[in-house]
């Protein structure tokens, strides 16, 4: 899987970051071992809900919707591991339980969440399963409408701008949902006023069972944005969070 990261700054003389381009901060001997043993920790206990969760609807306990995110683990983790609580602002997407947890959302959290207890911090039980939210610290609640979450993203950028907050708003998304009008119209506009947000693309090649070539016709979405003139453009392997 290759994930695609779009951040906005005020690069304007270049497009796309090649490999070259972008210095090779981290790697698995540069890291601190107590880092890699948490990062291990969530990781192993992110996957064990994974594969857990689907098993809860199975005994009739809650859980309605599930996606997993297993594939997604290094862009997730990495996401995560950026955002920093009641400073920065997350919007997340169904599939972002590691991003999620990444960000400080504990497993019990996540399972409360995922069984519609009044105890959920994302929504009191309110919500659908697997919509992360935890609005205290900045984790935004979002809707089950693919990509809508981009243009919240955006308003929250440009109040960050206004009052000249040292912040960034963070959006992630799949890659199909890219193609929704009002995802357009937010990149465009966060292109426009040079605001300080970074939208991450997870591209996993689908969108439910339609085909990415069924939905633009460049292998990589983010490429679509190229002509956006502040917009500087990223992309990564999503399984390997040193990248
Ligand atoms: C506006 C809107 N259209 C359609 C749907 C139904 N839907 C839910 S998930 C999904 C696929 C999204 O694919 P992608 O953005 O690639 O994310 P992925 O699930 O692959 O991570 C669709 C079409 C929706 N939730 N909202
Ligand atoms: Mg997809």
Redesign the pocket.
Known sequence: MTSSVKFEFNYSHRKILNEMDIPKIYSIKTTEKETLRDWFHLMTIGRAIDNKAPNYLKQAIGWSYH?PYAG?DGIQLAVGQLFEKNKDHMFL???DMLTAMSCGITAEEIILNGISKATDPSSAGRHMSNHFAKPEWNIHST??????HTLHAVGVARAIKYYEEKTVAISS????????GFVYEAFNGADKEKLPVIFVI???????S?P?KD?TANRKVANNFIGFKNTRIMHCNGKDVFD
């Open positions: 996606a997604h997407y169904y599939r809707s089950s409408s693919t990509g809508n998304q799949g890659e199909s949902s890219v193609s929704e997870q591209d996993n090649g689908y969108g439910i339609v990415k939905q």
